[in-house]
């Protein structure tokens, strides 16, 4: 036994030896085996040089991969060794290239458009992103193309009112661009131009948007599941990005419609690394409408109406790794008027009007390979004035003038910085922090007289609200397997105003479990806070909503909000996704009977409000093809919607007055011929409730929810009560085509509400008198704003200049 051992001993000392030395010899070899390198850049359309944003780019061979974030930047790691690398975005040529990585590259890539490629259909790969390969929820996308082909109110297509087209978004009314999305107000939602909030999104008192279609490139809704990069509203996010300017070639695009005309220019200046992009719009009603004004006034009255806009952006590309941007929106509309039937010795007129700014500085630097970063400095202003002046001419050649004039505001001033780290493949990480410095002047009244020995210039105003808010967020795009994904973050933000400091630490979860190749669950919990409040007596986007504060009265509106789904892609062309959500909102506000902006002491607004909860839920199902030569999608919403307040309605919950409880939205583009396009819409919605009284005592005073009208009470059993008419109609519309020498034209026609379907408007209590019976009795009334409306439209695009 003894002589044994050594020699077995001997053996396995020299088979460990052996293997040593061979797993020595071999470790340079799997040292390199398992290096890895990163490949990164920027994806853009070849015709324009503009930035594709969410185009997906993979190796086919690991079918490792990533997107591109909203400058068209990616990075992509992966082993040495070969690597045949795709790139594919919807309607473009998929690009492959296959090549040898032993080192970190830089490959800025190049998609040619399909579309220019194949007249007559749009193509996708099966390589693009699919809705159940993605972590992200309650998110949707509309391409710009589809959204310009749609029919038009006026021939004016409009961003906002497209996005009404999908479930849980909810219109106003009749024409309106307002949002309310799964249960929420206009105010809840953060809409950003270029990463800056825009406060009032409304032309026209709410029937246009503030946002010119083709000075846009990318639109993206939230309605939920919200990443942790997004904060300080409760209900959506709508992410705007405005073009950047062809890098190519000097191109101009325009169009001229039935009450406004818009003209886009961009163009490359000197070379491809600068470029510029400016769009101007402007409506003339005011032009069209006075002649019937004067004319209608005898003489003695003139007015008008009319908005404008205008959209500029440049960007500089100093090298791979620093851009430049800078961006702007200017906007404003006025209603005038002026009335002379108090002949030559009086004049009296007056004014409404509201407007944006805002403007954005951006610098973009690629650290490393894996680590992009963007650093901003921002400005948003909106202010609503409104005004009347009335003049006198006396005898003796003096004058007496007496004016009056109210305005309110708010302005920002902002700086943040953001980055995008990506460390593998399997792991996208963005974090940063941002601080805000609001101004807000809920109200002032200015009162100048000029009258003989008597001058006075005075102004009523409360005074400006200096508030801070900041954040700081965390989040991580994780692809745990090959089936499973989680968006998980942290967002965390606070706000000081008037020394008082609120804090909010919100947690950010979505899940993605692919159970098949083509369906996956998703599930998600979010919490928000808004610290900022619009006061409104009307939820139409009147420019008399006042923006203000929270207070140590008025608390931040909070919600917490969970939805699960799933989504399937259905034939390679169709993407279905279900959803159910159920959201609760806290620290709400509104008025109490009978107060407004115009009878409140703005210093003591938050006296003035109630503060009450919200709770809504539901279930979405929306069906979309991008595909083909017929494009189109399918909405349906199943919603409840309500709100409690302890000093309305008794105390008890009631229903929202946008609580729709079925939705139905379809609208298709068919590409009839090359030359010539069909498309439509349909919208069914479930009427708006209201509160109508249901019965009037004489002289009584008995009944606590009444109010005191031509010597009669009314009294309402409840409030938002009834329902008006569910609300639908059907819009179509037609566009020929024609390839010129100089580019292409384009004539459009629509036809707005094609069956004139009378939609309410509003309902208001008039009495009818009976002459044989010598009585009056109480009606309700309906209003209808829009019967069928026909437009017409010219458009253009010019790309091909007279050297």
């Not at 849980?168 to 999305?181: A, D, R, Y």
């Not at 954040?471 to 105003?497: C, K, P, Q, R």
């Not at 026609?749 to 009585?775: E, G, H």
Request: hydrophobic share 35%; charged share 20%.
């Amino acid at each position: 036994m003894f002589t044994v051992w050594p020699s077995n001993h001997f053996m396995i000392q020299r088979i460990l030896i052996t293997s040593l030395l061979i797993v020595v010899a071999c470790f340079p070899r799997l040292l390199r085996a398992q290096s890895h390198y990163t490949i990164s850049g920027y994806i853009h359309d070849a015709q324009t040089g503009e930035s594709l944003i969410g185009a997906s780019i993979y190796d086919q061979r690991t079918l490792q991969g990533n997107f591109t974030n909203e400058y068209g930047y990616y990075s992509i790691t992966l082993n040495e060794g070969e690597v045949w690398l795709t790139a594919s975005y919807l309607g473009y040529q998929t690009l492959s290239d296959t090549f040898i990585l032993k080192e970190n590259t830089s490959r800025n890539i190049k998609l040619t458009s399909g579309v220019q490629l194949q007249e007559v259909v749009v193509t996708a790969d099966e390589t693009n992103s699919k809705i159940e390969e993605r972590t992200q929820m309650s998110a949707m996308e509309i391409p710009m193309e589809q959204l310009k082909k749609l029919p038009a109110l006026f021939g004016e297509t409009d961003v906002l009112r497209t996005l009404q087209l999908l479930p849980g978004v909810s219109g106003g009314g009749e024409g309106s661009t307002g949002l309310f999305v799964r249960g929420g107000t206009p105010d809840q939602n953060l809409i950003l131009l270029d990463g800056v909030p825009v406060y009032n999104a409304s032309h026209l008192f709410g029937f246009f948007s503030v946002f010119n279609p083709d000075a846009i490139n990318h639109v993206e809704l939230y309605k939920g599941a919200f990443p942790a990069r997004y904060g300080g509203r409760l209900s959506s996010v709508i992410d705007i990005r405005m073009k950047e300017g062809n890098a190519k070639q000097l191109v101009a695009n325009g169009s001229v419609g039935l009450i406004a005309s818009k003209l886009t220019v961009e163009g490359p200046i000197k070379n491809e690394n600068t470029s510029f992009m400016i769009s101007g719009r402007r409506t003339y009603i005011d032009l069209l409408a006075q002649p019937f004004i004067i004319a209608a006034s005898n003489g003695e009255g003139t007015g008008g109406y009319y908005f404008w806009d205008l959209n500029g952006k440049i960007n500089h590309r100093f090298n791979d790794r620093n851009r430049l941007y800078l961006s702007g929106y200017f906007g404003q509309d006025r209603f005038y008027f002026k009335d002379l039937s108090g002949g030559q010795d009086e004049e009296l007129k007056g004014h409404l009007q509201w407007g944006n700014v805002t403007a954005v500085a951006r610098w973009n630097h690629v650290f490393t390979k894996n680590l992009f970063s963007n650093v901003t400095g921002t400005f948003t202003r909106y202010q609503f004035e409104t005004g009347e002046t009335s003049v006198t001419n006396n005898n003796d050649g003096t004058q007496n003038q007496f004016a009056l004039r109210y305005f309110s505001g708010i302005f920002d001033i902002s700086g943040k910085i953001d980055f995008n780290y990506l460390p593998v493949n399997n792991h996208s990480i963005r974090f940063g922090t941002d601080i805000t410095y609001h101004k807000f002047r809920p109200g002032a009244v200015q009162i100048k007289i000029n009258i003989t020995d008597f001058n006075e210039d005075t102004t009523y105003a409360s005074d400006f609200i200096p508030a801070t808010e900041w954040n700081l967020y965390g989040e991580d795009d994780w692809t745990i397997s090959s089936t499973m994904s989680a968006n998980l973050g942290i967002h965390y933000s606070g706000f000081l105003v008037k020394e008082k400091i609120y804090h909010s630490i919100q947690p950010r979860l979505s899940f993605r479990y692919q159970f098949h190749p083509s369906w996956s669950a998703k599930a998600s919990i979010v919490r928000m806070t808004q610290y900022i409040h619009l006061l409104t007596n009307s939820t139409v986007g009147l420019p008399t909503d006042l923006w203000v504060p929270s207070t140590d009265i008025i608390h931040p509106e909070e919600s917490w909000q969970g939805a699960i789904g799933v989504a399937h892609t259905l034939h390679e062309k169709f993407e279905v996704s279900a959803e159910g959500y159920y959201k609760i909102m806290n620290n709400l506000i509104e008025y109490k009977e009978g107060a407004s902006y115009l009878n409140s002491n703005v210093d003591e607004w938050d006296t003035k409000v109630e503060v009450g909860d919200g709770t809504s839920y539901g279930g979405e199902l929306f069906i979309q093809k991008k595909t083909g030569r017929l494009t189109g999608l399918l909405g349906y919403t199943l919603a409840w919607n309500w709100r409690k307040f302890d000093n309305l309605n008794f105390g008890e919950k009631f229903p929202f007055r946008y609580d729709h409880r079925h939705d139905f939205e379809i609208a298709a583009v068919y590409k009839l011929k090359p030359n010539i396009e069909l498309s439509g819409e349909w919208v069914y919605e479930t009427g708006n409730a209201i509160t109508l009284p249901i019965a009037a005592y004489e002289g009584s005073s008995l009944f606590y929810d009444a109010y005191q009208s031509n010597g009669s009470v009314q009294y309402y059993s409840s409030r938002n009560g009834f329902r008006m008419k569910a609300y639908h109609r059907i819009d179509i519309s037609i566009s020929f085509i024609k390839q010129k020498k100089w580019g292409e034209r384009t004539w459009n026609i629509s036809v707005y509400n094609a069956y004139s379907r009378k939609n309410p408007y509003f309902i208001y209590l008039t009495s009818v008198y009976n002459y044989q019976t010598q009585t009056s009795s109480p009606v309700f009334k309906q209003v209808s704003l829009f019967p069928i409306l026909p437009s017409i439209s010219y458009s253009f695009k010019i790309n091909k200049w007279k050297k």
